[in-house]
């Protein structure tokens, strides 16, 4: 358990050291219990299917969240995904750094789209969802830039998904930037407390 003491059990079904802070740091006291997930066939499915971007985000946090809710019935489980998209292309995390150069590149000088999606389950029942998207343009910054950037970076812009960390230096790759804080970081906190609030697990 982690954080100061909550109404109700709260699971993270989420191994995102990145959303575990956001929570901390809102005073939730919660255990992480990471629901294993083929994520990339499920990736593929969907884009066979033709489901959106937004849609596959859901689909993996609500696949994530039904997992451990089935483990762990009495439990609110919140389950949590990220999609990127740009010009209709899905990223994912890059694998290592010479992957990491060649995504931003791939993005360098273009705007793309964080799909960030949060659910609650109990007993293996959908409580409640949502998705919201922020929009982020990279600046068209220069190969020597690149280079510093990826040199100086550590390990864990590689667990995110568009290979930056806003809130470090990664802020310095972008001229723009549309959308919630929280959201970007992968994780709608503002709205996932507020249905917390109405669950009577938070104070009003």
């Keep these: 358990m982690t954080g100061p003491a909550a109404s109700a059990d709260i699971v993270l079904a989420s191994a995102s050291s990145a959303r575990a802070a956001l929570l901390k740091g809102a005073g939730l006291s919660f255990a992480v219990t990471p629901a294993r997930v083929d ?35 009495v439990a609110l489980v919140i389950g949590a995904d990220q999609m ?11 694998p290592d750094r010479d992957h990491l150069v060649g995504q931003l590149m791939s993005l360098r000088g273009k705007t793309h789209r964080l799909h960030s999606a949060v659910c609650l389950y109990q007993g293996g029942e959908r409580l409640w969802g949502t998705v919201e998207t922020a929009a982020l343009t990279m600046r068209s910054f220069s190969d020597g830039f690149l280079r510093d950037y990826v040199d100086a970076a550590d390990d864990a812009v590689l667990e995110s998904v568009g290979g930056y960390r806003l809130e470090g230096r990664g802020a310095q790759l972008f001229s723009r930037i549309d959308g919630d804080y929280f959201t970007i970081l992968g994780l709608p906190l503002l709205s996932l407390l507020d249905f917390l609030r109405q669950r009577g697990v938070l104070q009003t």
């Design 84 to 94: 990127l998209d740009c010009n209709g292309v899905w990223f994912d995390k890059p």
């Design 39 to 73: 994520e990339a066939t499920v990736k593929e499915s969907f884009q066979a299917d033709g489901v959106s971007t937004a849609d596959a985000a859901a689909g993996l946090a609500d696949l994530k969240a039904r997992k451990i809710s089935m483990q762990q019935p």
